[in-house]
């Protein structure tokens, strides 16, 4: 464009359909792209891509609403979120940790499922009762009620039990 050209900007603001425009080359006279894929509302300043890759770090600042699944790839195991069934999936392998020191772990390997605290402190549950199930649910293993008995149990019969004056075997 000459020096003495006169370029004028439309407020948009109340527009909630904006397409960004971009250059292939800062000169020449290739056109300006765009496409439906992305979008601009103005009047809100939600920018919105229908897809998204990044080979780098990815910010996000404020609430973000991912709308499907998402896969969240570990160095050696991966996380999931399967909204169809909504549910967090880790892989075997996969830990949940917690605390500044990953001092709390749950995790499944192929055979086996965790919960390991390694911290300085005790693994504490709080609960009004307490049971320790076969994984059908359906047979007692240990059960402990708030201000009473604990029990355990041997194939779903109790054998071993506290009471207020001492204890039963069977």
Do not use: Q, R
């Amino acid at each position: 464009l000459p020096a003495s050209t006169t370029i004028t900007v439309a407020d948009e603001s109340s527009d909630t359909t904006c397409f960004p425009l971009f250059v292939t080359a800062a000169t020449g006279d290739l056109a300006p792209k765009s496409g439906s894929n992305l979008t601009f509302n103005s009047s809100t300043g939600a920018l919105t891509a229908t897809s998204l890759s990044s080979n780098d770090t990815l910010t996000v600042s404020g609430i973000s609403n991912l709308n499907n699944d998402v896969i969240f790839a570990g160095a050696s195991y991966n996380a999931s979120w399967d909204k169809s069934a909504n549910t967090f999936n880790f892989a075997d392998n996969a830990k949940a940790t917690f605390g500044d020191g990953g001092d709390l772990e749950i995790y499944h390997d192929a055979s086996h499922s965790y919960i390991k605290d390694t911290g300085a402190g005790n693994l504490i549950i709080y609960a009004s009762g307490f049971n320790v199930a076969n994984a059908a649910g359906n047979e007692n293993m240990i059960s402990a009620v708030n201000d009473g008995a604990v029990g355990l149990y041997w194939n779903n019969s109790l054998k071993f039990e506290t009471k207020s004056d001492g204890i039963d075997v069977t």
